[in-house]
């Protein structure tokens, strides 16, 4: 009943990796999470669809790349009207540190995809994007480590106003130290305001112990400007 809560050990950084996400535009429902296939020595996304409220799905298909040198993790989905988008990490050159954000778009409630479009293009590793839509944009999150040449990580942030096609990027969060993490953007957006927060070790509280803050910022323009960070714990 949500009156107690139990805890667990995340043991590994890398776990987000294999998530799964869903999105819903009306009846139509889609469901991606990352899967791994035993013959091609490969991490995929997989992406299955429901058009009755999710009654029945269809069977599920690969949307990542076919190169068997590049692992794919960690999907994102957003969805409206006919509209549906997927994002996600991929890996290349066999390292888990070089990573970029890509995306797929269908116009058609799934039945046929763009080819996959860079959203960046390889500086630095890319991390676990979170997607969300309002007012003719689509708006994606994410983290980033050694965008800039050091250790940094970044809270990173782009906007599509074509489906997915082309998207404008700037970094939301850029610590002051290489030893400050910026960790795991969620999105929430209603009409033009577009929430973002994340965790960051700075010591943002003032009370000189390393621990995890939560900072949040906010854009009341859908995302073309935006506040500095605000403490929230």
């Known amino acids: 009943d949500g009156q107690s809560w139990d805890y667990f050990d995340y043991g590994s950084y890398f776990y987000p990796d294999y998530r799964n996400d869903i999105a819903a535009s009306g009846n139509n429902v889609y469901a991606a999470w990352s899967n791994y296939n035993a013959d091609s020595l490969q991490w995929e996304i997989k992406l299955s669809v429901s058009s009755n409220s999710g009654s029945s799905w269809s069977d599920p298909e690969v949307i990542s790349s076919s190169d068997t040198s590049v692992d794919s993790f960690a999907p994102g989905v957003v969805a409206n009207g006919n509209e549906v988008l997927v994002s996600w990490k991929e890996e290349y050159d066999g390292s888990i540190l070089n990573s970029n954000i890509v995306v797929r778009n269908s116009e058609n409630r799934g039945d046929s995809w763009s080819s996959i479009i860079d959203v960046t293009e390889g500086d630095g590793s890319q991390f676990y994007p979170e997607m969300s839509y309002s007012n003719e944009r689509y708006h994606i999150v994410w983290h980033a480590q050694n965008k800039e040449g050091n250790s940094e990580y970044s ?46 070790d700075a010591n943002l509280d003032g009370d000189s112990t390393y621990d995890w803050d939560v900072l949040i910022i906010n854009s009341e323009d859908n995302g073309d400007t935006w506040s500095d960070p605000l403490l929230v714990v």
């Open 155 to 200: 809270i990173e942030y782009a906007y599509s106003e074509d489906t997915g096609d082309s998207w404008t990027r700037m970094t939301l969060r850029n610590p002051d130290a290489a030893a400050d993490f910026c960790w795991n953007p969620t999105i929430s957006i209603d009409e033009d305001k577009v929430y973002v927060a994340w965790a960051d």
